[in-house]
């Protein structure tokens, strides 16, 4: 038995997509906050159980009979960390043979103020004493290609990154990780640093997009805090808006870059490349 929690999210549904592909669906379970959002899963065979990190109780009831356990990161930004600590106990209580969980790129280093979160996760696992495999995922390309209209609208990318190469992958080569991960045997104790094959800067992510669209496009590096108070004008929470230019400012200091190939190694591929990204972003503008 494979429990994902978060599998209504964008990776979760990845993953879910992807395990399929390999284990029955009768073997499959998504832990989800709202059920009603699942039907599609249910439907598809995929047993479906009710997971609040907010309620212990439930984390216990959706984990029972998990062998494996892929624990995708909450995305309450501030609260992350005792909801992961409430689902490492109900892992721990109900004996999961393997936590799967899905941290950032280089956590045990980063500045960026999303790593602590990760971390002190990470911590919480290890002192668990549960067997675990960790995923340190990198960026998404999909935070830079998803929405991509108002690039478009003005010719101008906003960041603070300065030259600092990103190592982006796809959330479905992440995905692929996280399976090959639940699924492959020997992967306890093992920390992958997952990150694209072609790590690229905020400029060479501009002019592939002008290149692509047929339209000038231009990144704008900002001071960090000047791209904090830009994206909350933008209508971003402050606390989300603080996350990203930390995030930016990490990658100028070339913390999101990563050059191991792990990725790569583990889903037997080559990662999702920028222009393919484009690409897809461009037809969803």
């Given at each position: 038995?494979?429990?994902?929690?978060?599998?209504?999210?964008?990776?979760?549904?990845?993953?879910?997509?992807?395990?399929?592909?390999?284990?029955?669906a009768s073997q499959v379970v998504a832990a989800v906050r709202?059920?009603?959002?699942?039907?599609?899963?249910?439907?598809?065979?995929?047993?479906?159980?009710?997971?609040?990190?907010?309620?212990?109780?439930?984390?216990?009831?959706?984990?029972?009979?998990?062998?494996?356990?892929?624990?995708?990161?909450?995305?309450?930004?501030?609260?992350?960390?005792?909801?992961h600590e409430a689902a490492v106990n109900a892992a721990r209580?109900?004996?999961?043979?393997?936590?799967?969980?899905?941290?950032?790129?280089?956590?045990?280093?980063?500045?960026?103020?999303?790593?602590?979160?990760?971390?002190?996760?990470?911590?919480?696992?290890?002192?668990?004493?549960?067997?675990?495999?960790?995923?340190?995922?990198?960026?998404?390309?999909?935070?830079?290609?998803?929405?991509?209209?108002?690039?478009?609208?003005?010719?101008?990318?906003?960041?603070?990154?300065?030259?600092?190469?990103?190592?982006?992958?796809?959330?479905?080569?992440?995905?692929?990780?996280?399976?090959?991960?639940?699924?492959?045997?020997?992967?306890?104790?093992?920390?992958?640093?997952?990150?694209?094959?072609?790590?690229?800067?905020?400029?060479?992510?501009?002019?592939?997009?002008?290149?692509?669209?047929?339209?000038?496009?231009?990144?704008?590096?900002?001071?960090?805090?000047?791209?904090?108070?830009?994206?909350?004008?933008?209508?971003?929470?402050?606390?989300?808006?603080?996350?990203?230019?930390?995030?930016?400012?990490?990658?100028?200091?070339?913390?999101?870059?990563?050059?191991?190939?792990?990725?790569?190694?583990?889903?037997?591929?080559?990662?999702?490349?920028?222009?393919?990204?484009?690409?897809?972003?461009?037809?969803?503008?």
């Open positions: 038995m494979i429990v994902v929690t978060g599998a209504t999210g964008h990776l979760g549904r990845h993953v879910i997509d992807q395990l399929l592909q390999k284990v029955p709202s059920p009603d959002k699942a039907k599609d899963l249910a439907a598809r065979g995929v047993q479906v159980r009710h997971a609040d990190y907010d309620q212990p109780a439930t984390l216990e009831s959706a984990f029972q009979g998990a062998q494996q356990l892929l624990l995708i990161s909450a995305n309450e930004v501030g609260r992350r960390l005792p909801q209580k109900v004996g999961v043979r393997l936590l799967a969980y899905t941290s950032v790129l280089h956590a045990d280093t980063s500045g960026i103020s999303l790593a602590a979160e990760h971390l002190g996760t990470e911590k919480a696992i290890r002192a668990s004493g549960l067997p675990f495999v960790l995923l340190r995922n990198g960026w998404y390309l999909e935070n830079y290609t998803e929405n991509l209209g108002s690039a478009l609208q003005h010719g101008v990318l906003l960041g603070a990154a300065r030259d600092g190469r990103i190592a982006a992958a796809a959330r479905a080569d992440y995905a692929a990780a996280a399976v090959a991960a639940l699924t492959t045997p020997g992967q306890e104790g093992k920390v992958h640093e997952l990150a694209g094959d072609a790590p690229f800067t905020m400029s060479e992510l501009a002019a592939e997009v002008a290149r692509q669209a047929g339209k000038p496009v231009a990144y704008k590096d900002l001071p960090e805090a000047e791209y904090e108070k830009a994206l909350q004008g933008f209508g971003l929470p402050g606390p989300v808006a603080q996350m990203l230019a930390s995030a930016d400012a990490g990658i100028a200091r070339g913390e999101l870059d990563d050059r191991s190939g792990q990725l790569h190694r583990l889903i037997g591929r080559a990662t999702t490349s920028l222009a393919q990204a484009v690409a897809a972003g461009l037809k969803r503008a």
